[in-house]
């Protein structure tokens, strides 16, 4: 179906894109978010024990917040290609993903 200019109407555009539910349906992208929850407060404890004169303590929890916020990014946007990658190779969950019929 093409529009008054000639190119194809947006409904034949779209692509995969994500899937409603994706996270409850995958429970495997549930460990990053772990991750970036636990390192969001070792931060919150850093920064409080930074602002109350502990430093030693400060520099252990700053530093957990640092690499269990990096692995946990990593691990959500690996497990994200890898959930991108399988979607656009296989059949989509959503019929409005499939591209026109020609």
Known sequence: MTNNNGHDSAGSLVGAGPVAGETLKDRTSWPGYGLIVLSLFALASGLTALATGHGGPAA??????????????????????RLSLQISTGTPERPEDLGPVT
């Open 60 to 81: 252990g929890a700053l530093t957990v917040a640092v690499i269990a916020m990096v692995a946990g990014i990593a691990w959500t946007v690996v497990r994200h290609r």
